[in-house]
């Protein structure tokens, strides 16, 4: 390990370096606008169920160099500044434990200052990461997102030397996923309206989801979908760019819902129908009614993340694959 600089565990007084930092290191231009998203919902403590009183375990360790070091010269052309602990912040590794198997760790995040790379920087901060997930009991570490909050379902594939280092580092390649791209301003123009009342003409009201139609969302997903998207669900309504829309039949029953920005502000999903209800439209005008929230918000784009349905999203709003995630694992 390079000398001059040392790990040392993250705190929040760090976190405005960290985020000046992954605007400096964070290649494409969509990570690095969404710097500060990305960390603040990457280090939430808050369970992901939304009920439950037992914390998200997280954790995280930042490298620093010495503010009269090599790194110093260049730290104005960054904007990185100097860290309450002393030093100026040149790399920040996240992680968490998996909320569905507490023996998989995630690691969320990886960010080195471009200065600085090649010098052993990240291997150190994953070597630390894997060492306090091991602490918290994992026993496998995975580079795929730990949802509700997450980044990136794995490695985008044009982060080719996180790529290469992730070999480097002893994980071996797990599967692909990738994320689809909708042009808000192309897709949105004519509104929701039509649809909303053929719909109604058929007994389905669609509306905002509020706090109160949480719970009833969250047993509809499990009931349908599994257990993986009560967290997202939870974390969309009523919180600061996000949310979720919903249908109900006649007799109050939950017929579908949409919901987005649990991970990210410009990423769309979950979103499911019942199996009943499919064939009427109502997935799609849910789907349009997020996306038309978020072009609200100053989204002329809109991620949807980690893909399954790829035909729906093609067909309902002409989204197309744009990026491609690979994950990884290791067993400690």
Not at 22 to 45: F, G, K, S, W, Y
Not at 137 to 155: R, T
Not at 217 to 232: D, H, K, P, T
């Amino acid at each position: 390990m390079d000398s001059e600089f040392w790990i040392s565990e993250l705190t929040d007084d760090d976190v405005p370096a960290v985020v000046s930092l992954c605007r400096a290191a964070l290649d494409l231009p969509e990570d690095a606008a969404e710097a500060a998203e990305i960390v603040l919902r990457l280090r939430e403590t808050t369970g992901t169920d939304g009920w439950s009183a037992a914390p998200r375990r997280v954790t995280g360790f930042i490298a620093l160099r010495s503010a009269g070091g090599a790194a110093a010269a260049g730290a104005a052309l960054s904007g990185v500044p100097v860290s309450v602990t002393g030093g100026q912040v040149i790399g920040v590794v996240l992680g968490s434990v998996s909320h569905r198997d507490r023996s998989i760790g995630h690691v969320d995040l990886v960010a080195v200052d471009p200065r600085e790379r090649r010098r052993g920087v990240a291997r150190a901060l994953v070597a630390r990461i894997e060492g306090a997930l091991a602490g918290l009991g994992a026993g496998d570490v995975v580079i795929a997102g730990n949802a509700p909050y997450y980044g990136w379902p794995g490695i985008d594939v044009r982060y080719t030397p996180a790529i290469c280092a992730a070999m480097a580092f002893g994980f071996e390649q797990d599967q692909p996923a990738w994320n689809m791209t909708v042009d808000v301003t192309r897709e949105l123009p004519g509104g929701t309206a039509e649809d909303e009342e053929r719909l109604a003409g058929e007994g389905v009201t669609v509306r905002r989801a509020h706090a109160e139609d949480v719970p009833a969302l969250v047993r509809f997903s499990l009931a349908n979908f599994g257990e993986g998207w009560g967290g997202e669900i939870t974390h969309s309504v009523g919180r600061d760019q996000a949310g979720c829309h919903l249908a109900l039949a006649k007799d109050g029953a939950l017929l579908g819902f949409a919901a987005y920005g649990s991970s990210r502000p410009s990423w769309f999903g979950p979103m499911g129908t019942a199996p009943a209800a499919r064939g009427l439209g109502i997935g799609a005008l849910l789907l349009r009614r997020c996306l038309a929230d978020q072009h609200a918000a100053g989204h002329d784009r809109v991620q949807i993340g980690w893909v399954g349905p790829l035909p729906f999203y093609a067909r309902a709003v002409n989204a197309r694959v744009e990026r491609v995630f690979l994950l990884y694992r290791k067993q400690l």
